[in-house]
């Protein structure tokens, strides 16, 4: 289950919004295993394009796409959080976090699916992501924010592997990865993980 929060960011034109949420949903549907179901929760009005495009959505795709309206802004953290206890509701097995300005590789499903099989022992998944532009090209990294280029290097020279890896990013490596390059187990965002 891909976990999306949406908010609209009113400093950009319309067509920009909408062509960046267009992206993120057709990364989806460009996933090699197609047995993939998505929640977007929207956070706040958005506006008429995206409005009408995430309504087509809506009418064409429910429920292999499962629109959540929020009427005011409730910022990543509780979108997600809904849209985790829609998923646990529906039995989900895994969660791929997937931000709504960020696109899956086309096989990220598919590689997160074949770990989980052969390594039960597995409970998180992370990877490594490539920084891109408005236009979904890769930006060259002399121009990519220090703190993003730190994740991007740690991953390159000391990936952090085995039990307890968040305790290990948060006290050996200093930095977090990013959400849209994460999976869990679906019985992990339970309660008390029961």
């Not at 993939?36 to 809506?58: Q, T």
Request: hydrophobic share 35%; with cysteine; proline share 5%.
């Amino acid at each position: 289950m891909f976990i999306i929060p949406y908010h609209a960011d009113n400093n950009k034109e319309e067509w920009e919004e909408k062509r960046m949420i267009t992206d993120t949903i057709e990364g989806l549907f460009t996933q090699t295993d197609g047995d993939w179901n998505a929640i977007l929760v929207v956070n706040g009005h958005s506006k008429g394009m995206v409005s009408n495009y995430l309504s087509d959505l809506k009418g064409k795709f429910h429920p292999k796409i499962d629109i959540i309206s929020l009427d005011r802004i409730a910022g990543p953290g509780v979108a997600r959080n809904l849209a985790i206890m829609r998923a646990i509701e529906k039995g989900c097995s895994l969660v791929l976090f997937n931000d709504a300005d960020d696109i899956s590789h086309p096989k990220r499903l598919e590689v997160v699916k074949s770990i989980f099989l052969e390594k039960p022992e597995v409970d998180v998944i992370y990877s490594t992501f490539e920084v891109i532009d408005e236009n979904n090209h890769q930006i060259p990294r002399n121009k990519i924010s220090s703190p993003i280029l730190e994740i991007l290097e740690s991953h390159e020279v000391n990936p952090i592997e085995g039990n307890d890896i968040w305790i290990k990013m948060g006290t050996e490596t200093g930095y977090i990865n990013a959400t849209s390059s994460t999976a869990v187990r679906g019985w992990l965002c339970q309660p008390n993980g029961k």
